[in-house]
């Protein structure tokens, strides 16, 4: 098995505005579970650069630590990239923001990345409105250290490290956005790419914070506690030389369902979240009716799924410390120290 790939490609490949083809914003190939939720999320965000016709090196992708964050490279592989310590990418991508304002951000981040270690670092990006597209690919659990649940893991759901089912009530990102007052919030399924690569393209021609809370199911720890067939009851009743582990091969979970429905969605281990897209008369411009509509669909077990909020009037972090429009990795000596005269001017507003 291999993990290059092949370097021809058709010459009649179709081109966007700018010149490139498809190939141009894809990466690596993904070395995640077979028909994990993360690649449809990875295959969205190549479709939609594409689409939007934005030249790869104006884009940075910055991460953090989990199966979501290893994404990056797996899209945009002419983009500039930075993976983070865990939890640390938002004060990473804002450091990078007001050195250069003319890059698109696109923050990688996965629950246990933004709902524990990372929690402080999300809520303070998204209170200074830092321009930054925050994905988060959500899946409920640790996939990298076997599975536990996160904190979004919902009340009462059984993870496969789980004895018991979670005693803690999930915490909801985008509500949390919302209460943050995020100028951007949507939440998205990985299966649903006809609302997902949308999303992503708003998200991107946004000014400020914009959210993308999308559920992606973990194929590997799907599995029950009590199982005969769980890996965790073979392994108690096996001699083995060894360690080894298994993941087998599932097929990608795909949805597609019309606006203002309401769709149950199968998991892979036979459970299932229920999904609700929003209605095409869905205000997406008032903060008070977003906030009730995300309350109400928690009532009823609901993830509502689509625009939830987006202010059209955002500033972002750079309007509102009002920095010049140079990127401060450019500005010369002569920018920085205008000399003696302006000091003056400046000493004398002072007193």
Known sequence: MTYLKPSFRHPALPKNKVGFTKVDYEGAISTLCAGCGHDSISGAIV???????????????ISGIGCSSKTPTYFLNNSHG??????????ITTGANMANRD???????????????????????????????????????????KGQDSATADFGSVSKAGKSPSPFPAIDLAGLAMEMGVTFAARSFSGDKQQLIPLIKAAMSHTGFAIIDCISPCVT???????????DFVRDHIEATSELDFVPERKEITV????????????????????RKLAPNWDPTNRRIAMDGLQQAKNKGEIITGL????????????????????????????????????????AGMR
């Open 47 to 61: 479709q939609a650069c594409f689409e939007l016709s934005i030249e790869p090196h104006k884009i940075a992708k």
């Open 82 to 91: 930075f993976n983070s310590v865990h939890g640390r990418m938002p004060s």
């Open 103 to 145: 890059l698109i951000y696109l923050g990688i981040s996965g629950d246990g990345d933004t709902a524990s270690i990372g929690m402080g670092q999300f809520v303070h990006a998204m209170r200074r409105n830092l321009n930054l597209v925050y994905i988060v690919m959500n899946n409920g659990c640790y996939g990298l250290t």
């Open 221 to 231: 720890f799907n599995n029950n506690q009590g199982s005969t067939k769980s890996y």
């Open 256 to 275: 597609q369902y019309e606006e203002g429905r309401t769709i149950n969605v199968t998991l892979h281990d036979g459970s299932f979240v229920h999904l």
């Open 308 to 347: 939830i909020y987006i202010d059209p009037d955002s500033k972002c972090l750079h309007e509102i410390l009002d920095t010049v429009k140079t990127p401060l990795n450019s500005l010369k000596e002569a920018d920085l120290c205008p000399g003696s005269e302006a000091l003056e001017v400046i000493n």
